[in-house]
């Protein structure tokens, strides 16, 4: 099993439209949990980190549920500008070495 | 505020040349990590530093790897001899950490393109 998976998508949605990746982490120790974005071409950027009760930033919500393992996205009301590959982050026991996930890829669409 | 700062920002070579790339971290960041991105295997981590120690290699694929981290402000990852399979995007990323808080952000270079013919 792979220590980060993620659904690769592609997902197409039309602009407006709620959207939801998941992601999930092998090694049960990690203890800090991030999304990054990543435009076409261009470096991964932090979008937000991922806090035990869940968390919200604007159009964007993070859960993480710890029993399973599992790290969710929500992103409401989808603009344009949100298309992007969008990876899940996770600390895999030294304080600062991170895995990355493969990545899940956004089309919105017009 | 400078971002991180990689160069050459695109390398064409030939195979078996040498290749050098670049980074300078955030000032006062005292983490630094080289990763490779590739459409097959996604952001790999290859090595890091903190403190300008390596502390993690496991990710260099082969000795035909190296990195260095002489100060604070400065790193390079090595390829010799290089191989077409090396052609991949590597990005240097930095961040600061403090024990007591454990994982940080990491603020990544533009990266640099690297294509080996």
């Known amino acids: 099993r792979k220590e980060v998976e993620q659904d690769p998508g592609p997902f197409n949605v039309p602009e407006g439209a709620t959207v939801a990746f998941n992601c999930t982490y092998s090694?049960?120790?990690?203890?800090?949990f991030f999304w990054y974005r990543q435009d076409c071409r261009k470096e991964p950027k932090l979008l937000m980190s991922?806090?035990?009760s869940g968390n919200e930033d604007g159009r964007f919500t993070a859960q993480l549920n710890r029993a399973s393992q599992y790290i969710s996205l929500l992103i409401r009301d989808s603009k344009l500008s949100d298309s992007a590959t969008y990876l899940c982050v996770v600390n895999i026991g030294s304080y600062d070495k991170v895995i990355f996930g493969p990545g899940t890829s956004l089309s919105v669409i017009p | 505020d400078a971002g991180v700062i990689q160069s050459p920002r695109h390398e064409v070579t030939e195979m078996g040349q040498e290749v050098t790339l670049r980074c300078k971290p955030i000032?006062?960041?005292?983490?630094l990590f080289w990763y490779r991105q590739t459409m097959m295997r996604g952001l790999e981590l290859l090595i890091y530093?903190?403190?300008?120690?390596?502390?993690?290699d496991s990710g260099m694929p082969e000795d035909r790897f190296s990195a260095k981290m002489p100060n604070a402000s400065f790193s390079t990852l090595k390829i010799q001899p290089s191989e077409p399979r090396d052609s991949a995007v590597y990005f240097c990323a930095s961040s600061f950490v403090e024990l007591i808080q454990g994982t940080e952000t990491q603020y990544f270079g533009p990266g640099t393109r690297l294509l080996v013919l």
């Open positions: 530093f903190n403190n300008n120690v390596p502390i993690d």
């Open positions: 090694n049960s120790a990690s203890q800090s």
């Open positions: 000032s006062g960041h005292n983490s």
């Open positions: 991922v806090y035990s």
